[in-house]
């Protein structure tokens, strides 16, 4: 059964930073593509940004702000948010892939966390 926990998020003011981590149990970590989704209220859960075995993909609303990164041995998938600004206000997500390259919608995620609430006030 894989287990997928968040945690790092919280209300920063923005242009703040911030650093989301995942927790993974149940197989081997390093096997699967991992992703950060995110989902604001009243609106429908985003693709924020992916991460396979070599490769790295962000939303064009994130990228150049947010970094995503793995750590096998721990494993562990990072996000790390900088320049934050208050429409990334949201409930984010770590999900992770069965098999295969990541998806860039919700539908093509197999397994998701519980979902960590950022604020970011103006």
């Known amino acids: 059964q894989v287990q997928l926990v968040e945690s790092g998020g919280g209300l920063v003011q923005a242009g703040g930073s911030l650093r989301l981590s995942c927790v993974a149990s149940?197989?081997?970590?390093?096997?699967?593509?991992m992703g950060w989704f995110r989902q604001a209220p009243g609106k429908e859960r985003e693709f924020v940004a992916a991460i396979s075995w070599s490769s790295t993909y962000y939303a064009d609303s994130v990228k150049g702000r947010f970094t995503i990164s793995r750590d096998n041995a721990k494993n562990t998938v990072y996000l790390q948010m900088n320049s934050l600004k208050p429409e990334d206000t949201a409930v984010y997500y770590c999900?992770?892939?069965?098999?295969?390259?990541?998806?860039?919608?919700?539908?093509?995620?197999?397994?998701w966390g519980k979902g960590t609430l950022v604020t970011v006030s103006s």
């Open positions: 999900a992770q892939k069965r098999s295969g390259a990541p998806a860039f919608r919700p539908d093509g995620m197999d397994y």
């Open positions: 149940g197989r081997t970590f390093s096997n699967y593509a």
